[in-house]
């Protein structure tokens, strides 16, 4: 496998983001097939355990209270719900299930004992469980960890400089020492970003440099497109143009050569040969579903239609092993 580097410099990303673009698809994708699996693409299935009303102001979400959205507030979901949703997923073929909390961040209550009691239910079922509930603390993170959660979702969004524009009730910093504690509690880390947020390259370079300089790589990268939701602020973004989304992951291909690279948000508005053109860059994982957490997705039986003419095969469930903290009860020497 490629060498993995923690020293990049924006110089250098800069320069492979605005290589021509077919030299860095075709960069990318070799990178990528030194990978023995590069044909098998990874599947997670999103679902929203606790909807809006969200005291965040983050410019891009529909899920923040201030936006007059057309979203229906939800309390948090019951565990049984959550069982039956991650056993449809399941069935769907996703080896991943992701809960998401319009949450700014955990608080020690009875909500947390109950996602605490989601997570312990979904890792029975042989999945891999995430969770991305916003700020945590070491002792939360330790806590998911304890309880057999396999990584935890927290986006950087987008670079440094430009996060006040996106977001001013909390800081990079916030976010950068939540992954920190997420690290020390020996979970896997998803971290990404958006791109349509209008952004200009810089950020979006900055950005893929703070991930691919972290200690270690996050092990999952999500790129998402925005997705436009009347009532944000940014409802009225144009759609960012597919080779800028295509660029974007071939650059973070080429930096973080081992990560999971995951075409998140915005599937739905793109074509398969769109689709087909962020695979060759070295995407390797999907969210799978009819919905997002609030908005549409591309239905299973579609995705499995577009891997089939793609000659792309599922991943199976911890295909890196199993960590200490996720063995099943009657696995678990107590
Ligand atoms: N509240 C938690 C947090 O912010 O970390 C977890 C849920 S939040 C909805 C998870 C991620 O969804 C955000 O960090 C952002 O990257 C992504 N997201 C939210 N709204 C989006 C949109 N309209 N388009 C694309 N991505 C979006
Ligand atoms: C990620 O990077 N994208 C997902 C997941 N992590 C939590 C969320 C996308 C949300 C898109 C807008 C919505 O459906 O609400
Ligand atoms: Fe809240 Fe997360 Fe949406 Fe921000 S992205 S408003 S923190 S749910």
């Known amino acids: 496998m490629h060498l993995l580097r923690h020293d990049w410099t924006t110089e250098e990303i800069t320069e492979i983001y605005n290589r021509p673009f077919l030299d860095l698809v075709y960069q990318a994708a070799t ?121 935890y979702n927290h986006n950087l969004d987008t670079s440094e400089e430009d996060y006040k524009r996106i977001i001013s009730t909390r800081t990079y910093d916030d976010r950068l020492n939540t992954i920190k504690n997420v690290r020390k509690a020996k979970l896997t880390v998803c971290s990404g970003g958006i791109v349509g947020l209008g952004e200009t390259v810089a950020d979006r370079v900055s ?23 009347k009532g944000t602020p940014l409802e009225n973004q144009p759609r960012i143009p597919i080779w800028d989304m295509v660029r974007m992951i071939a650059t973070a291909r080429i930096v973080m050569p081992g990560s999971v690279v995951r075409l998140s948000a ?23 579903g009819d919905k997002l957490l609030t908005t549409p997705n591309p239905a299973f039986v579609d995705d499995m239609a577009m891997f089939e003419l793609l000659g792309l095969k599922t991943r199976e469930a911890f295909k890196n092993g199993r960590p200490e903290n996720t063995l099943k009860k009657e696995e678990a020497v107590l």
């Open 31 to 151: 990178v990528h097939r030194e990978n023995k699996d590069y044909a098998e693409v990874q599947i997670s299935s999103l679902i929203s355990i606790k909807t809006g009303g969200c005291a965040e102001d983050c410019a891009y979400c529909p899920q923040a209270a201030r936006y007059h959205t057309d979203l229906e507030v939800q309390a948090l979901m019951k565990v049984d719900q959550v069982v039956d949703a991650a056993m449809k997923a399941k069935a769907g073929g996703a080896s991943r299930l992701c809960m998401g909390a319009a949450w700014r961040e955990v608080r020690d209550n009875r909500d947390f004992d109950r996602v605490i009691d989601m997570v312990k239910a979904v890792n029975e079922l042989d999945m891999e469980v995430c969770c991305t509930l916003g700020m945590l603390s070491e002792h939360q993170a330790q806590r998911l960890a304890d309880a057999g959660l396999y990584a």
């Open 207 to 229: 950005m893929l440099c703070t991930l691919a300089n972290m200690p270690k790589h996050p092990e999952s990268v999500p790129i998402n497109a925005l997705v436009p939701v």
């Open 266 to 288: 915005g599937r739905n508005e793109m074509s398969t040969l769109e689709q087909a053109f962020c695979f060759m860059a070295g995407a390797n994982s999907i969210f799978a």
